[in-house]
């Protein structure tokens, strides 16, 4: 009889379930709408349908094919009591996840948070794969991270660690959400470059980024200013060189901290491959603390997408193993 678990990626616009083998891949997947905001009785019915129906969908016995589930879920996630103390984007308070799913479902149960388990995804299977140590950064509305040491989830002591995002890069600077200003998520997310670019072509209305989005400025995205720049654009190519320097900012302090074996980047904005990682090497090269040593950090781009979530998730019973 062959054995799977399930990995749950629990998002503020979509629950996304999975069904994950025993060499770490996705075989078949559901999904629904999250429908925020209702209450968290709701959200625990809807995870535990996603479940069952995948099992059904897919011709597997939860009680006896199904190892375990995973749940990576936003907000300050305590692993081992199960709880999660706070999500802000669904605003729950010390939310008994884990006991509430199993009570549910009748199998065992562990939740992580989101980022962290993403990142668990990328080390098990994807670009991340191989590396004892590995640090994965995810370019998205925010900056999304997590921490791999000997193999491990990283999280400090009090299960909030590994908020790279909001490490400060440039001191008094733009607000954040989490209080403070400069935030590395302000300068080098993806949102932060659709912003910075709608804000340079309304100071110039006349570049041919609005030619891209035929005039319409809500269909600026993080890929304008790239597919600008492909096309020669001064301006484009002056607010992807901008964006770069505050990655690679941010990442020559992650390696100077860490010395990752691995430092693997996601997000949308990742697939621009080597169009976005090569100039962001270069500004480490420059930068890195450690750039003369014979070992370095390897730069790569993350390889599993929306598929990390799930993945990690999926995987997490096995740091207990």
């Known amino acids: ?81 199960g709880i999660v103390e706070f999500n802000a984007n669904f605003g729950y308070h010390n939310w008994p996840l884990r006991m509430r799913i199993e009570e549910l479902l009748g199998c065992k149960v562990y939740i992580e948070n989101d980022a962290n388990a993403a990142a668990y995804g990328e080390y098990i299977a994807g670009g991340a794969r191989g590396a004892k140590h590995a640090v994965v950064i995810t370019l998205g509305t925010g900056i999304g991270s997590g921490i791999i040491i000997n193999g491990k989830i990283f999280a400090g002591y009090n299960s909030a660690g590994a908020e790279l995002g909001h490490m400060v890069i440039v001191k008094d600077g733009r607000p954040c959400m989490c209080g403070r200003h400069g935030c590395w998520e302000k300068y080098a997310s993806s949102r932060a470059l659709t912003e910075d ?73 990742s697939r621009e491959g080597e169009t976005l990682l090569a100039p962001v090497r270069a500004y480490v090269d420059r930068e890195e603390y450690a750039r003369d040593n014979a070992r370095r950090t390897k730069i790569v781009a993350a390889q599993l997408f929306n598929d990390a979530g799930i993945v990690g998730a999926a995987c997490l019973g096995k740091q207990n193993a």
């Open 197 to 269: 670019t709608c804000a340079a072509m309304r100071e110039h209305p006349d570049n041919m980024m609005w030619k891209l989005v035929d005039g319409d400025i809500s269909k600026v995205n993080a890929r304008t200013a790239y597919d600008a720049m492909r096309a020669g654009d001064e301006l484009a190519t002056e607010i992807v060189n901008r964006f770069v320097s505050y990655i690679g900012c941010g990442i020559a302090n992650v390696i100077n901290i860490f010395q990752p074996e691995i430092l693997c980047i996601g997000g949308g904005i």
């Open 1 to 81: 009889m062959k054995h799977y678990t399930i990995g749950v990626d629990l998002g503020g616009t979509n629950i996304a379930a999975g069904l994950v083998d025993e060499n770490n891949h996705v075989v078949a997947s559901v999904s629904c709408r999250t429908n925020l905001p209702r209450p968290q009785q709701e959200i625990e019915a809807a995870i535990a349908g996603l479940c069952r129906d995948l099992c059904k969908q897919n011709d597997i016995d939860l009680n006896s094919q199904i190892d375990w589930v995973g749940i990576g879920t936003p907000g300050s996630v305590d692993p081992e009591s």
